[in-house]
């Protein structure tokens, strides 16, 4: 465990995060001591008053059904900074006190993060064990939850269980510099520290004497409540929302599901060979994203039987296929890459949240070709493209479509579609390409004098770049603010076959 650090911890949880940029892949593996360095060195010493976090890029994830959640990129310093500071505060998060009030998730285990897919399958154990043993259920979430936390009450409460006041006002000072000042909706999402900090947060509720019901259980924001006298369960229920209330957080109505166990349905039911599904899938995804264990994987695939393939497939062929079959479709039906290729097109156009999944299928893909041309037509005609598909797209033309013959259009396409952002331009200009107009398009950010994501994916897309004329513009682009000069010495000395 000694050698597990906080870099690592980064980079496993990268693959996991909503905007896996390479840029910041690349410099935390090269440059993190030299990060570490301007981090505690020049941004949080009081001394140094010229330096500070960044105001980070907004950005806007896809949820179910053309939802979005919106957050933040967070620049390489910013990122590398809350990956530390979490992990070397990892055993302030400590486990549950009593078997009647249990939390689940994002919290370390031997000195590394406990698997997501182990700790939802005993959420979801316990939830199941629960039903038969309590007449009473109150199923609830607090709406936007991340979007609703007051900095000051989250740094107030880092101060506390162990944590000391000096990394209580280094949160702070990171939470009001990348907020631009603004109070509320500061906590990052998709990233496995800010989880960890937001799922720890709500241990006021886990921790208070005036919850009497039985049983509660909680999954970051998601609770459920159990008892065999419902009077109990419901003022259990009113207070909650009022302790809640105090912190400016509240329920969300839609989802609250209150009374008898089996009257309420708090799961869907489905049918048996559905649920054999769900299972396999749960041990295969992890339950924030839809990231792979690959290991996992190979087990729990081969073990599919027949009829359960069958009625995949039979999903496959359904035209009104619903966006829960479409991501147990490419998740589990991995050998039966042209029946689903045949369904792709429909599924981006129908489900944007499921781009990821689309991009972790397609290394299944024999004929890149027509996925080359899936992607082409697609970008062509598609009217409500989301910032979330772009970049999605960029990852999936990067890692399998360079050799196609749509490549350079559809490079093209990406970079200028009318609905293209900061963010997934910046996943076009990280890629070390040296045809199409690429190097050059890069010089001209790089000549610029700004420093912005576009800036530094164009300096990380010169990486393979001769050594004497990328190290020649990236000494200019260095000029231009201290992150800049991070990046240009970082890229500056990596060897050019990387």
């Not at 029946?339 to 999944?357: G, Y």
């Not at 082409?376 to 970049?391: A, G, H, R, V, W």
């Not at 579609?417 to 190097?439: D, W």
């Not at 260095?478 to 890229?491: E, G, R, T, V």
Request: glycine share 4%; proline share 3%.
């Amino acid at each position: 465990m000694s050698n597990y650090s906080s870099v690592q911890y980064f980079l496993e949880d990268y693959p996991r995060t909503l905007f896996p940029l390479a840029t910041t892949q690349i410099l935390i593996q090269n440059h993190a001591n030299e990060i570490f360095k301007y981090i505690y060195e020049k941004i949080l010493n009081k001394s140094e008053k010229d330096y500070s976090f960044l105001p980070q890029l907004h950005c806007y994830a896809s949820k179910t059904g053309f939802h979005l959640r919106r957050t933040v990129k967070l620049d390489p310093v910013a990122e590398l900074f809350i990956y530390d500071l979490v992990y070397k505060n990892r055993k302030t998060f400590r486990p549950d006190f009593g078997e009647d009030r249990k939390s689940f998730g994002y919290r370390f285990e031997d000195g590394k993060p406990i698997p997501q897919t182990k700790s939802y399958a005993a959420f979801k154990s316990s939830i199941a064990r629960a039903k038969k043993r309590y007449r009473f259920s109150a199923k609830f979430d607090i709406g936007s939850y991340f979007n609703s936390i007051y900095q000051h009450d989250l740094v107030s409460w880092f101060g506390e269980g162990g944590r000391s006041l000096k990394d209580a006002e280094y949160l702070g000072q990171f939470l009001r510099e990348i907020n631009a000042g603004r109070s509320v909706d500061c906590l990052p999402q998709g990233l496995h520290p800010c989880k960890v900090i937001g799922a720890e947060f709500l241990k006021f509720i886990d921790n208070s004497i005036r919850i009497r019901s039985q049983l509660m259980l909680r999954f970051m924001d998601d609770y459920y409540l159990f008892d065999n006298d419902e009077s109990i369960m419901n003022s259990d229920f009113l207070k909650i929302q009022r302790m809640l209330g105090e912190k400016n957080l509240f329920l969300n109505s839609a989802k609250t599901k209150i009374g008898q166990v089996d009257e309420i349905n708090i799961e869907k039911k489905v049918d048996a060979i559905k649920a054999e599904l769900l299972q396999v899938r749960r041990h295969i995804i992890e339950v924030s994203g839809i990231d792979f264990e690959f290991e996992e994987e190979e087990e729990e695939y081969e073990s599919l039987s027949d009829e359960q393939i069958d009625y995949l497939l039979h999903l496959l062929k359904d035209p009104d296929i619903n966006e829960e079959d479409a991501e147990l479709v490419l998740i589990l039906l991995r050998d039966y890459g042209s029946d689903v290729l045949e369904r792709m097109r429909s599924f981006l156009e129908r489900f944007p949240s499921l781009s990821k999944t689309v991009y972790t299928y397609c290394r299944y893909l024999d004929d890149k070709t027509e996925l080359s041309n899936l992607v082409k037509y697609f970008l062509k005609t598609s009217k409500n493209t989301t910032e979330n598909q772009l970049f999605w797209l960029a990852k999936i033309t990067e890692d399998y479509l360079m050799n196609s013959h749509n490549y350079a259009e559809i490079i093209y396409m990406l970079y200028n579609h009318s609905n293209a952002t900061s963010l997934t331009k910046a996943k076009i200009l990280e890629i070390p390409e040296h045809r199409f107009g690429l190097p050059e398009l890069r010089s001209e950010y790089l000549r610029a004098g700004t420093s912005d994501w576009l800036s530094w994916s164009a300096a990380v897309g010169c990486r393979k770049e001769i050594k004497i004329h990328r190290n020649y513009i990236l000494e200019y682009f260095s000029k231009a603010s201290p992150m800049n000069k991070l990046i240009s010495d970082c890229i500056s000395n990596l060897d050019n076959t990387l």
